[in-house]
DNA sequence: CTATAATGGTACAGACCTGTCTCTATCAAT
DNA sequence: ATTGATAGAGACAGGTCTGTACCATTATAG
C-alpha cells in the first residue's frame, strides 16, 4: 500500500468532483461520464472505489453528514453550561452558512426530493441526518429549561430546513437577520412560558 | 371541433396522471412511455398535445399554481375586513393540505431542485408562484397592521416553506399544531410590536 | 531491476429516454 | 355516407446512461 499520499488519489478526486457537481446541478442531471471526464480519472478506476453510482451519491451525502453536525459539537463544547447561547450560535452557523458563496440548498433534502423511494441507498442517511438534527436541538432546548423542549426542536427544526429551502429557491425574499429573529423569538416563547 | 365532453379528451387524461406521477416519483424519474402507457394514451397524441415533455412539466405546475394560489382569494373573500383573520385561516389552509394523503412535499420546491438551472422552462413559474405568495402574505400583514409587514411576510413564507418541505423529509417530526402555533408568535409579535 | 498495484484510455453492451414517423380505427357533423 | 379531426398501436432513430472488459502506462516496494 502506499505511503505517500502527497498527490492526490483518485477515490477522494472523483468525491470532491462529484460533490460540486451534484450539489450543484443534481445527482439525476449529473452522469457518470461527466464525473470521470472532470475529475481526470479513467473508467475504470472510478469503479473501482465506488462499485455504483448510488454509492458515490452516499459517499457524497456521509461528507455532508459530518459537516452539518459539526456545529452541534462545536457549540457544545464552546459554552458547555449555557445551553441557551448553544442555540444562539446554531442559528448564527446555519444562517452564514446560507450567506457562503455557492450555496444551493440542503443537500439532504435535494436528495430526497430526487429520491423519493423509501428503498434508495439514500434514504438511511437523510432520516439519520433529520432525526440526529432533531434530537440534538431537543438536547439543547431540554437543557435550556424550554417548556416543552421537543416542541420547540419541532419548531426549530421546521424553521431551520425552511430557511434553507427558501434562500435557495428565492434569494432576494430571504434574509439571515429575519430568519435569526424568528428562531429567538420561538426560543424566548419557550423559555418564560410555565411548563 | 367537438360539442360534448362525456368522455375525458387524452389532453386531461395525460395531464391528469402526469401530474399524479410526477409528484410522487419526480419529473426526472417518470419518463415520456410511462405517462402514456399509464394513461392508456397513443405517443402521437401526446405529442400532438404537448410539443416536448417541458412542455407538460410546465402544464403539471400550473395546475398547482391555480391549487395553491386559490386559498389567498378564498380567505379574502371569506373575512374581507379581518386582515389578521385572513392569515389565521391561510395557516389552517396550509396544515390541512399538508395533512391530506397522498402529500409529497411543494411540487414547486421539489421541481426547483430537480431543475436548478434558471434557463429551465420550469424556473419562471416557480419564481411566479414564490412572488406572488410573499406579495400576498406582506399585503395582508400590511393590512393588518404589522409592524413591518415585509418582515413578517418573509418569516411566514420561510416557515411555510419549512413545514411543507419537513412535513415531507420526516413526518414524525411535523406536526401542525406546532407549525401553526408558531406561525401565529410570529404574528401576533408583529401585531404587538411598535413601529 | 523486477514485481505488484493503481491508474489512464477507450471500446462496448444493454437499457432507457425523447421525439418522429406511418398506418389504422373511431366518431361527429354535415 | 363522406369528410376531417382525433386517437390508438407500434416501429424506429439518435442520444445518453450505467456498468464491463481489455490493454497500456506509471509508480512504488522489495
Redesign the interface.
Known amino acids: 500500500m502506499p505511503i505517500t499520499d502527497k498527490k492526490e488519489t483518485a477515490k477522494t478526486r472523483i468525491l470532491r468532483v462529484a460533490s460540486y457537481l451534484f450539489y450543484?446541478?443534481?445527482v439525476?442531471?449529473v452522469g457518470i461520464d461527466r464525473i470521470i471526464a472532470e475529475s481526470g480519472v479513467a473508467k475504470a478506476s472510478f469503479y473501482r472505489n465506488f462499485a455504483t453510482k448510488d454509492d458515490l451519491v452516499v459517499a457524497y451525502l456521509e461528507q455532508f453528514y459530518d459537516t452539518f453536525m459539526k456545529p452541534f459539537d462545536e457549540v457544545k463544547a464552546r459554552h458547555p453550561e449555557e445551553p441557551v447561547k448553544q442555540l444562539y450560535e446554531l442559528i448564527e452557523s446555519l444562517g452564514a452558512r446560507i450567506d457562503t458563496p455557492g450555496y444551493?440548498?440542503c443537500p439532504?433534502?435535494?436528495t430526497?426530493?430526487?429520491?423519493?423511494?423509501p428503498d434508495h441507498p439514500t434514504y438511511e442517511i437523510?432520516?439519520r441526518y433529520?432525526?440526529d438534527t432533531?434530537h440534538n436541538l431537543a438536547l439543547a432546548a431540554e437543557q435550556a429549561k424550554a417548556a416543552e423542549p421537543n416542541?420547540l426542536a419541532?419548531?426549530l427544526?421546521?424553521?431551520?430546513?425552511?430557511?434553507l429551502?427558501?434562500a435557495?429557491?428565492?434569494r432576494a425574499?430571504?434574509?439571515s437577520e429575519?430568519?435569526a429573529?424568528?428562531a429567538k423569538?420561538?426560543i424566548q416563547?419557550q423559555l418564560t412560558k410555565k411548563a
Chains 1, 2 share one sequence.
Do not use: C, K
Open positions: 450543484r446541478e443534481g439525476r442531471a444551493r440548498g439532504f433534502a435535494n430526497a426530493v430526487e429520491f423519493p423511494n437523510v432520516m433529520h432525526t432533531r416542541t419541532d419548531q427544526l421546521m424553521l431551520f430546513n425552511g430557511a429551502i427558501t435557495y429557491l428565492d425574499s430571504y434574509s429575519h430568519f429573529h424568528a423569538l420561538l416563547h
